[in-house]
């Protein structure tokens, strides 16, 4: 496993994140364990959770921070983790019923505590923004549970970048603990305008990239290997009477993956893995997630949420894949910093 740096009190982190959504629902918790587990043997040391994780779905409440908690404390395993977890999520249900405020921030914030069976956490996030609350108040709400030792850094996620400068710009006018990381939607493949059907979510675009390279700072990235499109995708050999949609001889794969992800734009960029894979024997969706953690001014961790051993192992195989330089050189979208 490789590491990278990125917080002066914090261990180096592990070149990929593990998350844990859908945790005790549909990736029952003897499963969830075992991923846990051989992701910390294979050398993993950031786990990603939230408060409202599973939640979504029927049962009871709050189950992938549950799962961890008895798996950390099963294992002794809290020293050995770098803990993440999420707050102020939306009133589930209505993604525009926003819960940035006070109160929901410090319930989630101590109610997480207990599900995960720990006294802090490493990095607290703010699962959401919402623009009409002034960046003023959050960060005055944040600075406090800062100095209650319940987080010891703080993060954003699904923020723009212009209320990740101001609330920064805030926090060092005013002496107070600014974000130190970002958690927004980024993969190798460009999203199809519109096809998340969340417009409270922020995705990597040329605007957040361009300020990110100005403003260097720890990116996490969620739905890092695009529900595993590149992976998906294959010769056409449509037998639905032509209704499949191929695009230069690639098939659509359907589902999520399809909707939110085939183009002409993906599809030329498949073909970039695939050339890539025939000099390295390389499979492309390993490419892909191996692009999220190649060198560069953002310093990126993609968050992958494998559902099984044999695909936690192929992700994994991919963010370790060592690649040379010199091949590298040939491919434009491999360069630093391309988006």
Not at 3 to 22: I, N, V
């Amino acid at each position: 496993m490789r590491y990278r740096k990125l917080f002066e009190e914090l261990p180096p982190l592990s070149a990929a994140a593990l998350g844990t959504d859908y945790y005790g629902k549909t990736i029952p918790e003897p499963e969830a364990r075992a991923l846990l587990e051989a992701y910390l043997e294979a050398g993993g040391n950031v786990i990603d959770t939230a408060h409202v994780y599973s939640d979504y779905l029927p049962g009871a409440k709050h189950m992938s921070e549950k799962v961890i908690g008895r798996w950390l404390w099963d294992n002794g395993a809290r020293e050995r983790v770098v803990l993440c977890t999420k707050g102020g999520f939306p009133v589930v249900g209505d993604m525009h019923a926003s819960r940035i405020d006070r109160d929901s921030i410090r319930a989630d914030m101590y109610e997480s505590l207990g599900c995960l069976g720990v006294d802090n956490v490493d990095i607290y996030w703010l699962h959401r923004d919402d623009p009409n609350v002034p960046v003023s108040e959050i960060a005055g709400w944040m600075d406090e549970l800062y100095r209650e030792g319940v987080f010891r850094y703080w993060g954003v996620s699904n923020w723009n970048s212009r209320r990740i400068g101001e609330i920064r710009t805030y926090c060092a006018d005013n002496g107070l603990t600014p974000p130190a990381c970002s958690q927004i939607k980024w993969s190798f493949a460009v999203p199809n305008p519109g096809s998340a059907g969340d417009d409270t979510l922020q995705e990597m675009d040329r605007t957040e990239h361009a300020w990110y390279l100005k403003n260097p700072m720890p990116v996490f990235a969620y739905s890092s290997q695009a529900k595993g499109f590149f992976s998906k995708l294959g010769a056409a050999r449509a037998a639905d009477g032509g209704k499949t949609r191929v695009i230069d001889g690639i098939a659509d794969p359907g589902g999520k993956a399809g909707k939110r992800y085939f183009s002409a734009r993906n599809v030329a960029r498949y073909r970039t893995l695939e050339a890539l894979s025939a000099e390295t024997g390389i499979d492309p969706g390993q490419l892909a997630i191996w692009w999220m953690t190649r060198p560069g001014t953002i310093p990126a961790v993609p968050v992958v949420g494998p559902r099984n051993i044999d695909q936690l192992k192929d992700t994994l195989a991919g963010v370790n894949a060592e690649i040379d330089p010199e091949t590298l050189k040939k491919y434009v979208l491999f360069r630093r910093d391309r988006l």
